[in-house]
């Protein structure tokens, strides 16, 4: 019985320095099977890791059993393969698409007149959580100022009711516009619809999609199948679905796994182009004491 278990604990070491391995190799993988395989790898990571570590603490502290080297390396591999996807995440990995070998690309105008501010954009986790997602891959947040505020008033923030306009020609394929606006906070109370009202882009001649979120209650005014021009009126800004307060989320995406949703697809390099800036404008911030500087000081379009 010994040799079985010691058997066992050095099978599930092996498997556990496989699981976790073939985790940070994703990069390698050619879509559409890397975002199948990054979905699959998290749920497996962390069910093998629960199921290894249960069975080693029985083993250790319920059967009394001696600990082992091997024993001691299968729990902390057990620990490390439930927290992997999450560490991943907090320690600034990115999901494992490179910008220079994604296809397709886009480049749009910005979807506001008005100066924004990118609060979150950009290729890296560091400047642009969103990274981490594979749906969300290339996403911005943009705001106007005033933002970071604590009021709870929505009038208060810059953002708030500007008008949102299209960043390119193409047709409506969806609308949700229905969803209420959220009080200001920094704990928002999550909602089943995380984009909140939205409405999303099909770009001329492709099978692509582009989102734009977050927008004011009832103040879409575009319609499902409508082609609509660039720089056209779509609706406002507003503080809808998962949010902290008002801004403008919008990524690009391709729908290879989900095509009819959005939570599910592969996202896509986003460029602007027409404003003062750089085509991919990066966000983040830096704290200096008490106050956060936002890295982005802001950017507009500029008519041609």
Same mark, same amino acid.
């Given at each position: 019985?010994?040799?079985?278990?010691?058997?066992?604990?050095?099978?599930?070491?092996?498997?556990?320095?496989?699981?976790?391995?073939?985790?940070?190799?994703?990069?390698?993988?050619?879509?559409?099977?890397?975002?199948?395989?990054?979905?699959?790898?998290?749920?497996?990571?962390?069910?093998?890791?629960?199921? +290894?570590?249960?069975?080693?603490?029985?083993?250790?502290?319920?059967?009394?059993?001696?600990?082992?080297?091997?024993?001691?390396?299968?729990?902390?591999?057990?620990?490390?393969?439930?927290?992997?996807?999450?560490?991943?995440?907090?320690?600034?990995?990115?999901?494992?698409?490179?910008?220079?070998?994604?296809?397709?690309?886009?480049?749009?105008?910005?979807?506001?007149?008005?100066?924004?501010?990118?609060?979150?954009?950009?290729?890296?986790?560091?400047?642009?959580?969103? !990274?981490?997602?594979?749906?969300?891959?290339?996403?911005?947040?943009?705001?106007?100022?005033?933002?970071?505020?604590?009021?709870?008033?929505?009038?208060?923030?810059?953002?708030?009711?500007?008008? +949102?306009?299209?960043?390119?020609?193409?047709? +409506?394929? $969806?609308?949700?516009?229905? $969803?209420?606006? /959220?009080?200001?906070? /920094?704990?928002?109370?999550?909602? !089943?619809?995380?984009?909140?009202?939205?409405?999303?882009?099909?770009?001329?001649?492709? !099978?692509?999609?582009?989102?734009?979120?977050?927008?004011?209650?009832?103040?879409?005014?575009?319609?499902?199948?409508?082609? +609509?021009?660039?720089?056209?009126?779509?609706?406002?800004?507003?503080?809808?679905?998962?949010?902290?307060?008002?801004?403008?989320?919008?990524?690009?995406?391709?729908?290879?796994?989900?095509?009819?949703?959005?939570?599910?697809?592969?996202?896509?390099?986003?460029?602007?182009?027409?404003?003062?800036?750089?085509?991919?404008?990066?966000?983040?911030?830096?704290?200096?004491?008490?106050?956060?500087?936002?890295?982005?000081?802001?950017? /507009?379009?500029?008519?041609?």
């Amino acid at each position: 019985m010994p040799k079985i278990s010691k058997l066992l604990q050095f099978l599930s070491c092996i498997l556990l320095v496989v699981l976790i391995t073939k985790w940070f190799l994703l990069g390698g993988v050619e879509e559409p099977k890397r975002i199948q395989s990054w979905y699959g790898m998290r749920k497996l990571l962390r069910f093998s890791g629960g199921i +290894i570590l249960i069975g080693s603490l029985v083993y250790r502290y319920a059967l009394k059993r001696p600990q082992t080297i091997v024993g001691l390396t299968t729990m902390i591999l057990a620990i490390v393969a439930i927290l992997t996807p999450t560490l991943s995440k907090t320690f600034g990995m990115a999901y494992p698409a490179r910008l220079e070998t994604t296809k397709p690309s886009l480049t749009v105008r910005l979807p506001l007149n008005e100066m924004v501010i990118v609060t979150w954009g950009g290729d890296l986790v560091k400047n642009n959580y969103h !990274a981490a997602t594979p749906s969300q891959r290339w996403a911005y947040d943009m705001v106007v100022a005033p933002h970071g505020l604590r009021s709870e008033n929505l009038g208060d923030y810059g953002c708030f009711g500007k008008t +949102i306009v299209s960043p390119i020609e193409g047709t +409506i394929i $969806n609308v949700i516009n229905n $969803n209420p606006d /959220q009080t200001p906070s /920094q704990h928002p109370i999550l909602q !089943a619809n995380a984009f909140g009202n939205h409405v999303v882009i099909e770009p001329k001649n492709t !099978a692509t999609k582009l989102i734009l979120a977050h927008m004011k209650e009832g103040s879409i005014i575009v319609k499902k199948g409508m082609v +609509i021009k660039e720089g056209e009126p779509i609706g406002q800004c507003g503080n809808s679905g998962n949010t902290s307060e008002p801004h403008v989320h919008i990524h690009y995406a391709i729908t290879q796994q989900a095509p009819n949703g959005l939570y599910y697809t592969t996202g896509l390099p986003l460029y602007f182009r027409d404003h003062s800036g750089t085509p991919m404008p990066t966000g983040g911030f830096k704290r200096v004491g008490k106050e956060v500087l936002w890295n982005n000081q802001g950017i /507009q379009h500029i008519p041609q």
